[in-house]
């Protein structure tokens, strides 16, 4: 299976409206079937056009509740059955990675992730009903973000942070975080309390104001257990916010700037060349270059890997835009196993540390 890349066009701003639409959704053979491709001019030749190719393609209109409808709640029942699932959100600042991935506050409004959380513990509930309670499902986060190349635990204060961030380190062929927080989380309620919290971590952890979150990558990761008298199943959802694809190279001067965007040019360019190596089948794909490049391994883990190129349809962003698209239609070719994380057997806790287990698992690494 190749990663599924969906690319989302958001609507015009209010100080948009009177700007220039280029990009636009189309049907494959003009028919009146749903989209799924995304045509803009030559930024070179006006008259020349790009049509870009996707698993679909969402609107301007297209809601929060039919994107997830359509690509996130499927992946969820396959999340029970053992199967990692990733869900990523690529494109340049301002258009819409955080509305898609973390959406509003109202119902409607509502992101990817809350809705996913909402799926998780609906599922959660019918699993144990369906089973009589002898599968037990527990359900536990991971919050960090990437700044700079440096991994910083959101669940952490900002001022309890160690400036060099946390140590990454393979296990087992998968990437970890040593030290994370690891919270179990039983509740919707309970979900959008700690993430809530955690995002104002992530917003003021910057001594700058402006857009630290357009420069972090952001990772969830959610941790489900399923287990039985016997067995004991693990498998995890991540959902990631990247920072802006933009080409901050033309915007920046000063230094501490400089700093800061040569790591995000540097980790989305790496995984650009990731993406490159592996679409051409090259035997040496540089994932080690990068902490986020690492993390996300693409085309390395087993499991359901969905992409959400995030467009803005206006002039403004034309050349951005271009890359994207271009770094896009290569992620296309990246193929994934998908294969289940076998259920182990079960190494029954003694008695006497059953008790601290909830107080041991919150400072497991990932
Ligand atoms: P990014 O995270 O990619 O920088 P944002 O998610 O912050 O972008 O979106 C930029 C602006 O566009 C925000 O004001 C956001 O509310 C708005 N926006 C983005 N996508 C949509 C959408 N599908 N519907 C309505 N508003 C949107
Ligand atoms: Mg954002």
Same mark, same amino acid.
């Given at each position: 299976m190749s990663v599924r890349v969906v690319a989302r066009i958001r609507p015009l701003l209010k100080q948009e409206l009177d700007k220039d639409t280029i990009?636009?959704?189309?049907?494959?053979?003009?028919?009146?079937?749903?989209?799924?491709?995304?045509?803009?001019?030559?930024?070179?030749?006006?008259?020349?056009?790009?049509? @870009?190719?996707?698993?679909?393609?969402?609107?301007?209109?297209?809601?929060?509740?039919?994107? @997830?409808?359509?690509?996130?709640?499927?992946?969820?029942?396959?999340?029970?059955?053992?199967?990692?699932?990733q869900i990523f959100a690529y494109g340049v600042t301002g258009t819409g990675k955080t509305h898609t991935m973390r959406g509003g506050k109202s119902l409607a409004d509502r992101g990817v992730i809350p809705r996913l959380l909402s799926?998780?513990?609906?599922?959660?509930?019918?699993?144990?009903?369906?089973?009589?309670?002898?599968?037990?499902?527990?359900?536990a986060l991971s919050y960090y973000e990437i700044y700079c190349d440096r991994v910083y635990d959101l669940f952490e204060p900002p001022e309890k942070r160690t400036p060099s961030g946390l140590p990454i380190r393979d296990n087992g062929g998968k990437t970890v975080v040593v030290g994370l927080t690891e919270k179990p989380c039983t509740s919707l309620k309970e979900f959008e309390?700690?993430?809530?919290?955690?995002?104002?971590?992530r917003s003021t952890s910057s001594t700058k104001l402006n857009a630290h979150s357009s420069r972090s990558h952001a990772i969830l990761c959610v941790k489900i257990t399923q287990t039985t008298e016997d067995t004991v199943r693990v498998s995890r959802a991540?959902?990631?916010?990247?920072?802006?694809?933009?080409?901050?190279?033309?915007?920046?001067?000063?230094?501490?700037?400089?700093?800061?965007?040569?790591?995000?040019?540097?980790?989305?360019?790496?995984l650009a060349q990731c993406v490159e190596a592996i679409s051409k089948k090259q035997s040496r794909i540089p994932y080690r270059e990068s902490k986020m490049t690492r993390i996300l391994s693409l085309g390395q883990n087993n499991g359901l890997t969905i992409m959400i190129l995030n467009l803005a349809p206006v002039r403004s962003y034309h050349l951005d835009t271009l890359s994207s698209l271009n770094f896009a239609n290569r992620t296309?070719?990246?193929?994934?196993?998908?294969?289940?994380?076998?259920?182990?057997?079960?190494v029954k806790p003694l008695a006497a540390t059953a008790s601290i287990g909830g107080a041991n698992i919150a400072r497991q690494p990932l």
């Open positions: 990009v636009t959704a189309e049907s494959p053979a003009g028919n009146d079937a749903a989209p799924t491709v995304i045509r803009m001019p030559n930024p070179k030749n006006e008259n020349e056009f790009f049509s @870009f190719q996707f698993s679909s393609v969402y609107e301007q209109e297209a809601t929060q509740q039919q994107l @997830f409808d359509g690509e996130v709640s499927p992946t969820v029942k396959h999340l029970f059955k053992g199967i990692d699932v799926n998780i513990y609906r599922r959660c509930r019918k699993v144990e009903k369906d089973t009589a309670g002898a599968t037990q499902v527990e359900v309390h700690l993430y809530d919290q955690a995002n104002i971590n991540s959902a990631i916010d990247l920072a802006g694809s933009e080409d901050n190279r033309r915007t920046e001067n000063n230094k501490e700037r400089l700093v800061e965007s040569s790591a995000i040019n540097k980790s989305l360019f790496v296309k070719k990246i193929e994934v196993a998908e294969i289940e994380n076998e259920p182990m057997q079960r």
